[in-house]
């Protein structure tokens, strides 16, 4: 799937027109019935089954899943239908198809952006509307097959809806279509379970704490743990392919950026380590010392790393990106070149000649949206507020996966200790307390 992009000067883009606010629409029969029929295709080319149900006389519900891949919105409509419901979605679906979207109920909003108006979309669509909202936690897909991180006191949230909550977790959808493995589809069956993680009652009488922790304990699922424990077998030769974009930090000798997954085989152009991805999503070194076996083991490993260059001060992102900015439905902006900057201090965005300048703290978000091969331009890294969103795209060999831990690292740093980050960037040692 491609999105529109127009090339503009940064000037041109900028004397546009904001987008306008989009208030949740109720989707007809015809949108459901029809996003229904094309769903099913790929469905049952996924033989796709799932256990538990809903009550679709009663609600409006919350519905929580998990994101995976693509198909997630085609499992909700197999699931969910007659049912309508609006879906939370990112402000790039509406591209193009803002006319489409909106009627088939999507209510756009920007990743990891401070939108208070999202909880008053949510609120007009279940108490006006009375229409169920869906809505994916999680705001991206995982890469290494774990949940990713969650809003804090999501409970917050519950309590102002005020509504029963379903949670809906796939099986299989990251097998069949994991986000570094470049859109290549395998054939993998998909499943899903439906219940419901609250009551209106419960949510009311449960304090946020607790609320907090049951969606913590639903979303603490492991996809290479479970195709391990199923035996689900992934046979396609091209099940590596772009596995660097998880891996990009050799185990071996260290380094970043050499890693390369191709076909079955995992390498290191650096030291020449291989591995074997197996058809059970298992690395085995081909000279028979396998430091990690498990995918997310050695994607934590990663993490940890970069939690010790943030301690030390070494961590820094210094890189040129092509820009393309979003601030409407129509297209987006690709406005020139520039630099992105990544430090303890948060992200630095200049370029277009000197007339872009943008600045994120750290502590504004704790998350960041990257993603592998957007809309088929490239890897991103997207930064921005409520005024535009900036999709920053560096150099092939540059692991956006990175930039993403070391922004959730860096963010749990300063919730921790701020004047410990401020330390460290003063240049003054740091000891963590563990």
């Not at 990743?111 to 705001?139: C, G, H, Q, R």
């Amino acid at each position: 799937m491609k999105i529109k992009t127009v090339y503009k000067s940064y000037d041109e883009v900028m004397a546009l027109p904001k987008a306008k606010k989009i208030k949740p629409k109720k989707p007809s029969i015809f949108f459901r019935t029809l996003v229904r029929m094309l769903s099913q295709m790929d469905l049952r080319k996924a033989r796709f089954k799932f256990t538990g149900q809903i009550d679709k006389r009663k609600g409006p519900y919350l519905i929580l899943m998990n994101h995976s891949s693509f198909i997630d919105l085609k499992i909700a409509h197999g699931i969910l239908y007659p049912m309508p419901f609006s879906i939370v979605c990112t402000h790039d679906a509406l591209v193009g198809k803002k006319w489409l979207m909106t009627r088939i109920g999507c209510v756009p909003t920007k990743k990891f952006v401070s939108d208070v108006s999202l909880i008053n979309d949510m609120k007009y669509a279940l108490k006006k509307k009375k229409i169920s909202v869906l809505m994916y936690p999680e705001a991206g897909y995982s890469f290494d097959g774990k949940a990713t991180a969650l809003p804090e006191n999501f409970g917050r949230l519950l309590k102002i809806l005020d509504v029963p909550v379903i949670y809906i977790q796939t099986k299989g959808a990251f097998h069949r279509d994991p986000l570094y493995n470049g859109l290549k589809i395998r054939r993998v069956p998909v499943s899903a379970h439906v219940e419901q993680l609250f009551t209106k009652e419960q949510i009311k009488e449960f304090p946020i704490e607790t609320i907090n922790e049951k969606i913590r304990l639903a979303f603490s699922f492991d996809n290479f743990l479970w195709q391990k424990e199923t035996g689900l077998s992934v046979s396609e030769p091209f099940r590596a392919d772009g596995l660097e974009r998880i891996i990009y930090r050799c185990a071996n000798c260290n380094t970043e950026g050499k890693m390369r997954g191709e076909g079955t085989k995992l390498y290191c152009d650096h030291c020449g380590k291989s591995y074997t991805l197996t058809e059970f999503g298992e690395l085995k070194a081909d000279d028979g010392n396998t430091e990690f076996s498990h995918i997310p083991d050695w994607y934590e490993w990663e993490r940890q790393k970069v939690r010790e260059e943030l301690l030390s001060g070494e961590y820094t992102l210094d890189v040129p990106v092509s820009i393309g900015i979003m601030l409407d439905y129509k297209a987006l902006y690709m406005v020139g070149s520039g630099r992105l900057k990544h430090t303890l201090e948060g992200f630095c965005l200049t370029g277009c000649d000197g007339k872009l300048s943008y600045t994120q703290k750290a502590i504004s978000s704790y998350g960041l949206n990257a993603d592998y091969y957007w809309y088929e331009i490239g890897d991103v890294i997207c930064i921005g507020d409520n005024n535009a969103l900036y999709y920053c795209f560096p150099p092939k060999d540059i692991p956006v996966a990175k930039t993403r831990l070391a922004t959730e690292e860096l963010y749990k740093l300063y919730k921790i200790n701020a004047s410990c980050v401020k330390n460290i960037i003063s240049g003054k040692t740091v000891t963590e307390n563990k």
